[in-house]
């Protein structure tokens, strides 16, 4: 379909919808927050491609000479609280009104979206009508981090001696395998091994340093490894991890179905999960976005826990910036009402990711607007097991499910639950 650029975008009253970062909407992870109405403007710093009140004049001139995709969003100029998504393309910078219809956005008014994240990974993807795909985004000076920083330093020297810091000339970067929320994530070769390597540019990465400060002491054959940090004069950074060949666990489940994976192997699935969040647990470390997209499948189809970007140790402050971010459908209701994150808000988690498993891959709550989930589940909702899920596995939902975080099962716990289901005939 074509998507027509344009100057305005629509409704001031857009601005109190947008306030996350969630994930695609293809895989229903969006993260507007249903408890509040913040504008985009108090969380622009979230963002990395919101450039705020820039002029269209001004946005030209930062993007005419940009690579194809490169884009930004921006408040409109003429109509003050409303946006504009403007992508570089050749040589020219196209403006696209984005529409707030019945509460969700859209360039199109076909394909909709809960957030601007959403509608961005969503364009990230495809080009659907824009004239190209996005690609990196154009990133804004409040979200940059200064090479010439302190901080910039003081993680050098952390990454140094946790001996992970690497010379640029040690890494060969291939093909692009997937994309991230700033940019391509690459393959790579490194110390004779193929690695995927997540690759920032100018500044912008903050945000990757914190996670692989966080992977820095963290070693479990279940979850995914920093192998290095590279750390460039020119403020780029790469961040090296191990190079999982069998992708992620929902697309995996999606493109086979029941009929190529046995039930003993989405056990057998769930059981790595649970023993690497079982060391997190260990380590009183609280991941806050588990979820079957962020479970890597390596060449063995060991399933090994990634994607740290919002996590924390438990002795940490919360970090206010990534407020907003976390996905609705898998988030723990004290998590998204009081911010409460616990190993016991990961095990709610964990219990969506069981949903997923055995439903091969759907999209939880499907019937549910995401505003509204969790009211239901506060009045008491659970989602029915799926279809052909053993009694042994919706039991240790259910558990995982229960409203008082104290109610819940450990990790450990659910690791003796699941060796235990794993040794039944079949499975389960």
Known sequence: MIV?????????????MIHSAGASTANGSGSVSPFSAKSICNDDTQMP???????????????????????????????????????????????????????????????MFDNLTQLVSHYKRDADGLCHRLVTPLVSDAFKLSCESANWEERKFEFRQG???????????????????????????????????????????????????????????????????????????????????????????RSRGRHQVERSQLVHFALDVATGMAYMESRQAVHRDLAARNILLDENFNAKVSDFGLAQFMNQPVNDSIRGKFPIKWTAPEALRHSTFTNKSDVWSFSIVLWELFSFGRIPYPRIPIQDVVRHIEQGYRMEPPEGCPPSISGL?????????????TFAEI??????????????
């Open 4 to 16: 027509t650029p344009t100057t305005t975008v629509t409704s001031p009253s857009t601005a109190a």
């Open 49 to 111: 491609f919101f450039h705020g009140n820039i002029t269209r004049e001004k946005t030209e001139k930062l993007l005419k000479s940009r690579s194809d995709g490169t884009f930004l969003i921006r408040n409109s100029t003429n109509y003050p609280g409303d946006f504009t998504l403007c992508v570089a393309c050749n040589g020219k910078v196209e403006h696209y009104r984005i529409y707030l219809i019945n509460g969700q956005l859209s360039c199109d008014k076909e394909e």
């Open 163 to 253: 001996r992970v810091l690497i010379p640029r000339a040690e890494l060969k970067l291939g093909d692009v395998i997937g994309h991230g929320e700033f940019g391509d994530v690459l393959l790579g070769h490194y110390a004779n091994r193929k690695v995927a390597v997540k690759m920032l540019k100018n500044g912008m990465a903050s945000d990757l340093l914190n996670e692989a400060k966080f992977m820095i002491d963290l070693h479990h054959p279940h979850l995914v490894g920093l192998l290095g940090v590279v750390m460039e004069e020119s403020c780029d950074v790469y961040m090296l991890t191990e190079f999982m060949s069998n992708g992620n666990l929902v697309d995996y489940l």
């Open 397 to 409: 939902m259910s558990e995982c499910w229960a409203l008082e975080a104290s109610n819940r099962p």
């Open 415 to 428: 690791v003796v639950k699941l060796r235990r289901i794993s040794n039944y005939p079949g499975g389960c």
